[in-house]
């Protein structure tokens, strides 16, 4: 098994200019050592995809939830991983902090801390707030013994205020901020992330997998994106799949499911190599 610093090392490497990676994310040990057996060089944890499969929603999840998954994750697999901690799990740039001091403990070698809120009154923080949270999460990374990736999210389109130019002011300042890569979930537009690759100097990590028509990693390689995610959707591929085999099953009696689902063979391969 590696050790941390070995994948913080591998991580970091990743990011280097001109390259582009997918970062697929596991919720769970085993969709961790899947996604490293296909040959996925990096993983990210999903919130989401982790509170689905504990039916919850992804607003309920904690860090008392959080941490003992992560380190799950983290020794099943010699990928480093970064996690998504949400907003830090705290308003004030001391609760960023904390919570990435707590997290590295786990063994994850990078993360995300979002500007939302959780308030629809309110949905983002104010971006003087918004960066002083990053500069105290880029302070608290620094202390660690290795390199831990630090990434920001601005979430303005995600939670329906689809503003680029506020978007992009907000990444600028969470990049004088001491983030090491940025992020926009939610941009859909190529010439959208063109435009924010263009704005910026660090890595700009995206998140695929939504609905509707996306450009393809070729395309978004093309417009000078580093990192793509998934955010929760292969998550909720493999529960669209278990509801229409168990669908199948209750409405029409039939077992066809059985053609698409993995060997136990396989599976045992996979975990047990």
């Known amino acids: 098994m590696k050790t941390q610093l070995e994948k913080s090392q591998a991580f970091a490497a990743l990011h280097r200019r001109g390259t582009c990676f997918v970062i697929p994310n596991p919720w769970d040990a ?17 919130s989401a995809g982790f509170a689905f499969s504990h039916a919850k929603t992804d607003e309920t999840i904690a860090a008392r ?13 010699d990928l480093p991983i970064s996690a998504d901690l949400q907003s830090g799990f705290g ?14 403990a786990t063994g994850i070698v990078g993360c995300s801390i979002e500007d939302a809120t959780g308030d629809p ?17 880029a302070d608290a990374a620094r202390s660690l013994p290795f ?20 978007t992009i002011r907000r990444l600028q300042a969470y990049q004088e901020a001491g983030a ?24 700009v990590n995206v998140m695929m997998g939504l609905h509707g028509p996306t450009p393809s990693v070729a395309e978004l390689a093309a417009a000078g994106v580093t ?25 029409q ?8 689902a993995l060997q136990a063979g396989d599976l045992n391969r996979i975990f047990t190599a």
């Open 227 to 251: 990192r793509v995610s998934l955010g929760a959707s292969l998550a909720r591929a493999a529960y669209g799949a278990a509801m229409r085999a168990a669908r199948e099953v209750l409405e």
């Open 65 to 77: 939830d959080m941490l003992p998954h992560l380190a799950e994750l983290a020794a099943a697999t």
């Open 91 to 104: 308003d004030a740039p001391d609760d960023a902090a904390r919570t990435i001091v707590e997290s590295a």
């Open 253 to 260: 009696g039939t077992f066809g499911y059985t053609d698409d």
């Open 121 to 137: 009154a309110t949905p983002v923080y104010d971006i003087g707030l918004a960066t002083a949270r990053i500069r105290a999460a």
């Open 180 to 203: 090491d890569v940025l992020f926009a979930p939610g941009l859909r537009k190529i010439e959208d992330i063109a435009a924010v690759v263009r704005a910026v100097d660090l890595p």
């Open 147 to 166: 390199k831990f990736m630090l990434t920001a999210r601005a979430e303005n389109f995600r939670v329906g205020r689809p503003d680029l130019a506020d």
């Open 30 to 46: 085993g969709t961790a050592k899947m996604f490293q057996h296909l040959g996925f060089q990096a993983l990210a944890s999903t």
